[in-house]
């Protein structure tokens, strides 16, 4: 059994940065692709950024290239999101998501592991 959990959520100024974090319990971290999904209020869920191949291959949604950065660290089975330039729209919970096969790593349905979410809100 997996268990994520999220840290960093919060409330920021439009232009700043906040850091996500997500660390997972179980075994072989490595194989398993972790991604970062978001959801705002009356909005279906959507992807945001995924890493698979150990971190080799990092994929990140059109909304998301040049702001938001995906790292993980296999050492300390965490994987991390940078936000930078954050804009009111951004706001939504933010949730890790994990799942032992690299295929179709955009889509929500076919995650197995999720944190329980962390808010996000740009607001001036």
């Known amino acids: 059994q997996v268990q994520l959990v999220e840290s960093g959520g919060g409330l920021v100024l439009p232009g700043g940065s906040l850091r996500l974090s997500c660390a997972s319990s179980?075994?072989?971290?490595?194989?398993?692709?972790m991604a970062w999904f978001r959801q705002a209020p009356g909005k279906e869920r959507e992807f945001v950024a995924a890493s698979i191949w150990s971190g080799r291959n990092t994929y990140y949604a059109e909304s998301a290239k040049g702001r938001f950065t995906m790292s993980r660290d296999n050492d300390k089975n965490t994987v991390y999101l940078q936000m930078n330039s954050l804009k009111p729209e951004d706001t939504a919970v933010y949730y890790c998501a994990s799942k032992p096969a690299y295929t179709h790593y955009d889509d929500h349905n076919l995650y197995d592991y999720w944190g329980q979410g962390t808010q996000v809100t740009v607001s001036s």
């Open positions: 179980g075994p072989a971290f490595s194989n398993y692709a």
